[in-house]
């Protein structure tokens, strides 16, 4: 009983991944046109103000060894309550409140019943959707820019 | 009895500001630039703005690089300004350099590694010949499209040799789970952890560490190092917020990292392989990426018992001297008023001259000079 509820936990925690990662890894001019498409909106009211901070940014020395500070990088942070009662956050990169009041929100829908599938149909599978035809195409740039080294056999002479 | 000017200027100092903005501005007669065509059209001005400001931000950097009239340094100062205004939410998970989206990534050192040289959009191998197809409005070149994507993940140059123990193994978090040293938070401090000087290192002077690398390699250090990997791409920052208790995906950023690989020939307690210098930057810029990496591997000398004898050895001095927000405040606060400390020496070298033709005076002197 516990390992499931502990199962289907984890499976909220992952959803709520997806949905917010999909929302912050797009523009907030794509995320906000699809919101708008929907027929209908969950009621939100903001439970703090939306707000402007920084995170300090880590790397691993040498690539995956010990961490160290990189340096910072502004992001904006959001937190939405729809009508109810659910609450989502939403944290994304720069300073744009809007865009992570939007992230909120998917956060919030994802955990409702009644809106995880709206949510799903016509938010995160069209972003998830540009966000793999970018990301292919950045990539097949750099494909286009990999050395085909010319291969010569040294013959040694008869054996 | 003098009059002393104590205060005054500001009508003087407005109307300089007023001037500067006009000369900002240039000839009205040309179009005003917007700071969308700074960010997209000056990208890598916009990266070392961002590194050495250690704020990762484009709009920004762009907005403070038109702010600053082009002048990097103080664009650089503005996004340090900035930075301090705003409240820290907190650390992110440290971002993974394997999984990075490359663009490109090449080794100088092993021609055949796995995934491949990718050269990306480089200025290597250009003929650096001014093209003046670009003084009128450029070509629409777009980029060649392969018909298959890379692949999602490129093997590092570490990975590839990590059978053999041939490259050193970097050091891991430290055991007693102690966070890394920050900067922003803690003073500088002595001896520095590998974990500080990269910090430092990584929103250092472009410059200063290009010339402390470039030294290093012409004798005054002593590294001989080859170029492991380059690469340069996006890579995503996740956090955790304290109220979810597990990470999100809050964007990606473009960062250039590089291995340097030196020779070290064994110890007692090691045997002969590979260390590595490290080099990891934000945006775009292999050259403060390399520089890095060097002074990073210059600066462990003690690890692999090199004996420290030139500059690029000294973490104090290296460390030091790497801010160009600190080093450009205390060189420039010299054209501020220094009325008074100039009057004092005034009358210090005056008092010595006359004690030194005092003594060089036929007859008695001392009692002039003893005044």
Redesign the interface.
């Known amino acids: 009983m516990a390992e499931s509820e502990m199962q289907q936990g984890q499976e909220v925690?992952e959803a709520?991944?997806r949905a917010?990662?999909l929302v912050?890894?797009n523009p907030q001019e794509t995320v906000r046109a699809l919101f708008e498409s929907l027929p209908d909106l969950p009621a939100t009211q903001r439970l703090r103000p939306s707000?402007?901070?920084?995170?300090?940014?880590?790397?691993?020395?040498?690539?995956?060894?010990?961490?160290?500070?990189?340096?910072?990088?502004?992001?904006a942070?959001a937190?939405m309550q729809i009508a109810n009662g659910t609450v989502g956050?939403g944290?994304?990169?720069?300073?744009d409140h809007d865009h992570a009041e939007l992230a909120a929100l998917a956060d919030a829908m994802v955990q409702d019943p009644a809106w995880r599938d709206v949510l799903e149909q016509h938010i995160l599978v069209p972003l998830a959707e540009q966000q793999a035809a970018r990301?292919?195409?950045?990539?097949?740039?750099?494909?286009?820019?990999?050395?085909e080294?010319f291969t010569m056999v040294r013959n040694r002479g008869p054996k | 009895m003098a009059y002393v000017s104590v205060k005054g200027g500001e009508r003087a100092i407005d109307n300089a500001h007023r001037w500067l903005d006009e000369k900002r501005r240039g000839d009205p007669g040309v179009a005003e630039i917007e700071v969308a065509q700074i960010r997209e059209q000056l990208s890598l001005a916009v990266d070392r703005v961002?590194?050495e400001g250690?704020?990762?931000?484009p709009?920004?950097a762009a907005l403070a690089l038109k702010q600053a009239r082009g002048d990097v340094t103080e664009a650089i100062f503005l996004l340090r300004a900035y930075?301090t205004t705003?409240?820290?939410?907190?650390?992110?998970?440290?971002?993974s350099?394997?999984d990075m989206?490359?663009?490109?990534r090449v080794s100088a050192a092993f021609?055949d590694i796995p995934g491949?040289?990718?050269?990306?959009?480089t200025f290597d191998y250009t003929h650096r010949l001014i093209n003046f197809d670009l003084a009128d409005t450029g070509p629409d070149t777009k980029?060649?499209?392969?018909?298959?994507?890379?692949a999602?993940q490129m093997p590092?140059i570490?990975s590839v040799f990590a059978h053999e123990a041939l490259l050193e193994?970097?050091?891991?978090?430290?055991a007693d789970g102690s966070e890394?040293?920050?900067?922003?938070r803690e003073p500088m401090a002595f001896p520095a952890g590998?974990?500080?000087r990269?910090?430092a290192l990584?929103?250092g002077d472009e410059g200063f560490l290009l010339s402390l690398a470039y030294a290093s390699q012409r004798g005054w250090g002593n590294t001989h190092p080859l170029c492991g990997e380059i690469r340069m791409?996006n890579v995503?920052?996740e956090?955790q917020?304290e109220?979810?208790g597990?990470?999100?995906?809050?964007?990606?950023?473009t960062?250039t990292?590089c291995?340097m690989i030196s020779n070290f020939e064994g110890s007692a307690e090691r045997p002969p392989q590979f260390t590595?210098g490290?080099g990891?930057v934000?945006g775009h810029n292999e050259r403060k990426a390399m520089s890095m990496a060097i002074v990073d591997r210059a600066l462990r000398h003690a690890e692999v018992g090199e004996a420290p004898a030139h500059a690029v050895q000294d973490e104090e001095f290296v460390l030091y001297h790497s801010d160009n927000v600190e080093a450009s405040g205390f060189v420039q606060h010299l054209k501020l008023p220094h009325y008074v400390d100039f009057q004092a020496e005034l009358q210090f070298i005056r008092r010595l001259r006359r004690e030194w033709q005092a003594a060089r005076a036929p007859g008695d002197g001392l009692s002039e000079a003893a005044e």
């Open positions: 925690v709520r991944q917010h990662a912050a890894r707000e402007t901070g920084l995170i300090m940014v880590r790397g691993r020395i040498g690539g995956d060894g010990a961490r160290f500070n990189l340096g910072e990088m502004p992001v942070r937190t956050v944290y994304v990169i720069g300073r990301e292919a195409l950045e990539a097949r740039k750099a494909a286009a820019t990999k050395v080294f | 961002m590194a250690s704020c990762y931000d709009e920004l930075r705003l409240p820290r939410f907190g650390m992110s998970q440290a971002v350099t394997k989206a490359v663009q490109r021609k491949g040289q990718i050269l990306g959009p980029a060649t499209l392969a018909s298959k994507p890379l999602d590092t570490a193994t970097p050091e891991a978090d430290p890394p040293y920050d900067l922003t590998r974990d500080q990269l910090q990584a929103r791409g995503v920052v956090f917020p109220e979810l597990f990470p999100i995906e809050v964007g990606e950023i960062v990292e291995q590595f490290y990891l934000f």
